[in-house]
């Protein structure tokens, strides 16, 4: 049996935030063993160059240094040796988010994808890695849901992988994190906290328990993994998460987690929680059924495809459908939750120019690459792609009369593809939905996904009971899904510019809308608004001061762009119609009714 390729990490000066990286090969190859550094990190499909973390770089072999020459950006190859030959590089650490590696005297966390090389031609062979607290440090501990070779629970030594794709898809913490821990369907469950919070545990297990035994139960038992690992690092704003085979990393504010003697569900915990049901739901869609384009991972360069609007569209539909139906929220709470996510893509003008299957093959360069104009050029294959599931969800419970829906979907893709990891080809899944629903979807697949026409969701929703409304907005901070204070007409009568502002006080322009009043007057993502009317301007009292005209005055303002003060006339519009809400309808009864209880249970 061939030896395990040998690595060890160790926060070498966790002040300078540098992990220290070592690479052992029992038999390098003769020619000179290469190594590389992933790319890219899956669930995250944007090329991140984690190489240019890399401080230094060199290797040795029985004692005697051993020549080193790049390739190129990413990749190695040392000279040939006989005998062991260990790789050792220093990885700067300071990037906070769930993709790569951050270290300070606090704490350390890393993915695998921006630390540990590859050694070419030794990809499929077992792995061990040791991992090392920082010198003089006694109190951290270390969460991981790597299987343990000899390192006691939640404690550094030697953990295992099967081969270098297991090595990379298990996260690491480490430093003075809370811990709790709860059961799902049989499996343990563990929660780790990084950061300074808090936070109701004890609800917070017991909503999470019920959020991942609804998604083990909706697949069916038993669970693809043996244990899970929560790793949430808690911080004053943050959002986001990456998933992974057994854990996920979740990056998330200190006042989305509930509060000790907190009953209600209040729209931050949500959404928490559907990050929660999101990551959790990747267990299987991606982690298990992939594209075949992502079988096997290449991490040196992008992998295309055009199925992304259900990999990562579909988990969002479901992400707060299960919360609805693990009885986390109420169903108006889902509605709302829809209603905000219709909002977000009736408010981009690029999802008429951009369809659902180019913004996931494009994902690499467009979605992950957002600057100011992404609103009025691409439509995100998150936000749309959970409308179109939401579509055709409806659309199959209608059209069978209840006897299909997505969920059969989705289990006959866990049967085909998740089971055993058989990749869904390009089409796949619209051709198995036909077959699971036996209905003609050419038509709905063609709008739905090829075309940027706005998906029927008044029809399909009416067919269940539920009205789709757009609206104008009702102020800056109005994200769509509640129902509006004021009436239709005065809603219309608030005159705006048609920007979105950027963070902190000053009103500078980050988005300038397609067609927009600010568009036509000249203004520019990047300007600085001083005055209005001669009246200074700031990000609090804009829309106050907006509020004081009507809809087509022409308003005079002043604006920095960079350091020269510029003069603009603006004729101010109307706000557009691009707020959505779903409303149930108190009157639907006979099928509608009964198509909505079997969707919502309400």
């Known amino acids: 049996m061939p030896a395990p390729v040998r690595y060890r990490i160790f926060p070498i000066n966790p002040a300078a935030h540098l992990f220290e990286v070592r690479c052992t090969v029992a038999d390098p190859d003769p020619a000179g063993q290469a190594f590389s550094l992933p790319a890219w990190i899956p669930g995250s499909y944007m090329i991140r160059e984690f190489a240019r973390n890399i401080v230094t770089l060199t290797a040795e072999c029985a004692g ?220 299987w869609n991606v982690k298990r059924i992939k594209p075949k384009a992502f079988l096997p991972y290449d991490l040196s360069r992008e992998a295309y495809t055009r199925q992304l609007w259900a990999f990562e569209g579909i988990t969002s539909y479901y992400d707060d459908l299960a919360l609805v139906r693990s009885q986390r929220i109420e169903p108006q709470d889902y509605l709302q939750a829809l209603g905000e996510t219709a909002t977000r893509v009736w408010r981009g003008s690029g999802r008429f120019k951009q369809t659902v299957t180019e913004s996931s093959f494009d994902a690499w360069t467009k979605f992950y690459r957002q600057d100011e104009n992404a609103p009025n050029a691409i439509v995100s294959y998150y936000t749309k792609g959970a409308l179109v599931a939401l579509a055709l969800d409806l659309t199959l419970r209608c059209g ?52 940027t026409e706005d998906l029927p969701l008044a029809g399909l929703l009416g067919d269940v009971g539920v009205e789709f409304v757009v609206r104008p907005a009702e102020s800056a901070a109005d994200k769509g899904g509640k129902p509006p204070k004021k009436s239709a007409a005065e809603l219309m009568r608030r005159a705006v510019l048609g920007v979105k502002l950027t963070e902190g006080a000053e009103a500078k322009l980050a988005q300038v809308f397609d067609g927009a009043a600010a568009q036509a007057a000249g203004l520019a993502a990047g300007d600085a608004l001083v005055a209005v009317d001669g009246l200074r301007v700031t990000k609090a009292n804009l829309d106050a001061l907006l509020a004081t005209h009507w809809p087509g005055e022409r308003v005079t303002v002043h604006a920095f762009r960079r350091d020269e003060l510029m003069t603009f006339v603006v004729e101010l519009q109307a706000p557009p119609m691009d707020t959505c809400e779903f409303r149930f309808m108190p009157d639907a009864d006979g099928a509608p009714r009964a198509h909505r209880v079997a969707w919502l249970g309400s």
Not at 133 to 144: I, M
Not at 148 to 159: K, N, S
Not at 425 to 439: H, K, T, W
Request: charged residues 25%; aromatic residues 10%; glycine residues 8%.
């Open 400 to 451: 069978t009369g209840g006897r299909r829906s997505l969920d059969d979907v989705m289990r006959a893709l866990w049967e085909r593809h998740g089971r055993t990891p058989t990749g869904v080809e390009e089409g796949g899944i619209e051709r198995l939905a036909a077959e699971v629903s036996g209905l003609d979807l050419r038509e709905f697949f063609d709008r739905a996904l090829r075309s």
């Open 64 to 283: 005697a240094a051993v020549p080193v020459e790049k390739l190129d950006k990413h990749s190695w190859r040392c000279a040939p040796c006989a005998g062991l030959l260990t790789v050792t590089c220093e990885v700067y650490a300071w990037d906070l988010s769930v993709r790569a590696a951050h270290l300070d005297t606090t704490h350390g966390y890393f993915n695998g994808a921006s630390v540990f090389l590859m050694a070419h031609g030794r990809e499929r062979r077992p792995c061990e890695v040791e991992i090392l607290p920082p010198e003089g440090v006694r109190d951290w501990r270390l969460a991981t849901a790597l299987p343990a070779l000899d390192a006691p629970a939640f404690g550094f030594g030697r953990y295992r992988a099967a081969d270098y794709d297991e090595l990379i898809d298990h996260p690491v913490e480490m430093g003075t994190f809370t811990h709790a821990q709860f059961s799902a369907c049989g499996v343990p469950h563990d929660v780790v906290l990084t950061g300074r919070q808090r936070a109701d545990l004890d609800r917070l297990c017991r909503d999470m328990q019920a959020i991942c035994e609804h998604h083990i139960t909706f697949f069916g038992e038993p669970a693809p993994m043996a244990r899970y690992v929560f790793l949430i690092m808690v911080v004053g704003e943050g959002y986001g998460g990456l998933e992974h085979r057994a854990s996920t990393s979740l990056l998330v504010s200190r006042k989305s987690l509930p509060r000790p003697g907190e009953a209600a569900v209040n729209d931050d915990y949500r959404a928490f929680l559907g990050l929660v049901s999101h990551e959790y739901f990747h267990t």
